[in-house]
C-alpha cells in the first residue's frame, strides 16, 4: 500500500488538506461504469491502475482511463477515449501524461513529460510534432492524478481540499468542493457516499463544458460509484456495474 503523507486542517478557513492515510487503492483496481446520456445506454468507461513502472528513473504507477459508445451511438457520435498517467510513487506529482481523445470528429492527442526537479514540462501537442517546454511551479498533478489523490484525502462535508493541478497550457489550483452524504444505488450495488464537486477550469475526465459531481464511497476505499456531468447538451451519468479491487 502506498503512504501519502498530507498537511492538517487549515482551520477557520474552510480549505481542508489531506492527512496521512494508505491509498485507498492497489495496484489490479478495476472499475467498470455505464455511460448514459440522460437515460439512453451511451457507452463503456473504465477506470484502471495497472501497475508499477519505472519512467525516467522514477518508480511511478500506471493509471488508465478509457472510455468508448456503443455500436448504436457510433453511428451517430463515436466515441474513443484513453487518458493515462505515470504519478510518482514517493511525492505523487504526475511523471508523464497522455490523452487521446476521439469524440465525434473532434481529436485531441497530447503527451506530457514533466521535470518537477527542474520546474519545467515537455508539451507536445500534436503526434510527430516537436514538444514545446513549459514552466511549471512544482509539485503539479495532472487530472487523472488529481482525482486519484482525492480517494487519498480526508473530506469533511461543506470544506474544500486544493490541489495543484496542470493540464497543457494552464496550470491552477483544482478547488474540490465537499457537498453532502448521500446514499445512491448503482447496477454494482447500494453505497453510502460523499458527493464532491471539482471545479474544472481544462478538461479531463470529461471535456469542460458544464458542472461534474462525483459520488465516492464513504469508506476507506473512496471508490467512485456514480458519476454526473451536466453538459450542454443535457446530462451524462456513469454509474459503476462491477469492481476489482486488485492485490490487497
Known amino acids: 500500500m502506498l503512504v501519502i503523507a498530507g498537511l492538517s486542517n487549515a482551520g477557520s478557513t474552510g480549505v481542508l488538506h489531506a492527512e496521512v492515510i494508505q491509498a485507498p487503492y492497489v495496484v489490479g483496481e478495476r472499475l467498470h461504469f455505464k455511460i448514459y446520456f440522460e437515460f439512453v445506454l451511451g457507452g463503456d468507461a473504465t477506470m484502471s491502475v495497472q501497475g508499477i513502472e519505472e519512467v525516467n528513473g522514477r518508480r511511478t504507477l500506471h493509471i488508465v482511463s478509457e472510455a468508448k459508445s456503443t455500436s448504436t451511438v457510433d453511428m451517430m457520435y463515436k466515441v474513443r477515449d484513453k487518458i493515462e498517467s505515470w504519478r510518482d510513487i514517493e511525492t505523487e506529482a504526475s511523471i508523464k501524461y497522455s490523452k487521446r481523445l476521439r469524440e465525434g470528429k473532434w481529436k485531441d492527442d497530447k503527451l506530457v513529460i514533466y521535470d518537477q526537479e527542474a520546474g519545467t514540462a515537455l508539451v507536445q501537442r500534436k503526434p510527430n510534432q516537436p514538444p514545446d517546454t513549459v514552466t511549471i511551479v512544482p509539485p503539479v498533478m495532472d487530472i487523472i492524478s488529481a482525482f486519484y489523490h482525492v480517494r487519498e484525502c480526508s473530506l469533511e462535508v461543506g470544506k474544500s481540499i486544493f490541489i495543484p493541478l496542470h493540464d497543457i497550457d494552464k496550470q491552477y489550483m483544482l478547488e474540490v468542493k465537499v457537498l453532502r452524504r448521500e446514499r445512491v444505488e448503482v447496477p454494482a450495488g447500494t453505497f453510502d457516499c460523499l458527493v464532491i464537486e471539482p471545479q474544472l477550469q481544462s478538461s479531463g475526465l470529461f471535456r469542460k463544458e458544464g458542472s461534474l459531481q462525483i459520488w465516492m464511497t464513504d469508506d476507506r476505499f473512496r471508490m467512485p460509484v456514480l458519476m454526473?456531468?451536466?453538459?450542454?447538451?443535457?446530462?451524462?451519468?456513469?454509474?459503476?456495474?462491477?469492481?476489482?479491487r486488485g492485490q490487497e
Open 228 to 244: 454526473q456531468s451536466k453538459l450542454y447538451f443535457g446530462r451524462v451519468w456513469a454509474k459503476l456495474v462491477e469492481y476489482t
